[in-house]
């Protein structure tokens, strides 16, 4: 495993980092094992990873339970990320969806954020967060300003309750308001082979800022591991059925897809790795990149993940993989 820092805070953080959307079950990802989620927070761990992320939004705080399960014992070796500012307790900030029975609202404003710190570090069964990340910007019509978010972040952190801020979901001047409020460590968005868009602004910001960078859906889900093929069906309710988030999962899509992965398998032989370990891998090899959150919903799955922190890609082969990417054009 190798591990970068983040950004200026003095915590060294393994490059591939489990991500715990899916460990937060409910309809969203139709359902979830808690039993093998331990099991494989288990297995990250034990194969190198020390960094997990996860937020109070993500099975309205049960990821952040089991994460607080899985790291008792170890606290003190693990790298713990979670985050605010999805607030569903009542009305306070501006409205952001309704999912699995509740209205969710985006709330940056300081008085939900020091409830949201305590429910969080009693979930997580721990007296401080490594990094505590606001989850999206603040929106209209309660647009918390930047300097409120961060002068309380700042004061939590003065406190000993959190080491290290970061952003999430947010746009180059948003992170410009941000840094220039505070001490903010890193930033988080999406991004794989197949949404390349970070490279044109937010990647080169955040490497000549000296930000570590939380790339998240790297691996789109699974579409990119080769396991989702023509025949697969999501149910309605499922993240993975809204094709405007992600049209690649569209079925007019797949076949382009799996063509491009089949197009890669003298890599895999090459480097003896599966496609989601190549994937993954070139993720961590672009500019700007410092770390990739994976989900990890079984032991297998995280073995694997783990194992591509390990893998140095020839840079011919990632110029391959990107070509052919790129060779794809937009979904239909």
């Avoid at 937020?55 to 994460?67: L, N, T």
């Avoid at 069906?233 to 809204?242: A, G, I, L, Q, Y």
């Amino acid at each position: 495993m190798k591990y970068k820092p983040l950004g200026s805070s003095g915590i060294e953080a393994s490059v591939v980092a489990v991500g715990t959307w899916v460990t937060g079950g409910g309809a969203t990802w139709n359902g979830v094992d808690d039993a093998e989620s331990l099991r494989a927070l288990d297995a990250a761990f034990d194969h190198g990873v020390n960094f997990v992320d996860t937020a109070p939004a993500y099975g309205w705080g049960h990821s952040e339970e089991i994460v607080g399960r899985a790291i008792k014992g170890r606290r003190d070796r693990i790298v713990v990320a979670t985050k605010c500012g999805i607030w569903w307790e009542d009305a306070r900030g501006s409205f952001h969806f309704h999912l699995d029975g509740k209205d969710t609202y985006i709330s940056l404003r300081p008085d939900t954020i020091a409830i949201e710190i305590e429910n969080s570090l009693r979930r997580l069964g721990t007296d401080y967060i490594d990094l505590y990340q606001t989850h999206w910007p603040a929106k209209e019509p309660e647009n918390t300003p930047v300097e409120d978010t961060v002068a309380l972040l700042m004061k939590l952190k003065d406190e000993g309750k959190i080491r290290a801020i970061g952003v999430s979901n947010v746009s180059v001047p948003q992170l410009d308001a941000y840094c220039a409020a505070g001490d903010i460590v890193s930033d988080q968005f999406r991004y794989s082979i197949l949404y390349r868009e970070p490279e044109a602004d937010i990647l080169p910001w955040c490497a000549e800022h000296k930000l570590a960078t939380l790339t998240y859906m790297s691996l789109e889900q699974g579409l990119l591991t080769g396991k989702v093929g023509l025949d697969r069906v999501f149910k309605e309710d499922e993240f993975r059925s809204n094709e405007d988030w992600n049209p690649w999962f569209k079925q007019a899509n797949r076949p382009k897809i799996l063509a491009m992965l089949d197009n890669w398998k003298p890599l895999t032989e090459k480097y003896g790795c599966t496609l989601a370990q190549l994937v993954i891998s070139w993720t961590t090899a672009q500019d700007g990149v410092t770390h990739v959150l994976c989900g990890m919903r079984t032991e297998e799955q995280a073995k694997q993940n783990a194992a591509a922190g390990a893998i140095t890609l020839e840079d011919g082969d990632i110029a391959q993989m990107r070509a052919d990417a790129v060779a794809l054009g937009a979904p239909a």
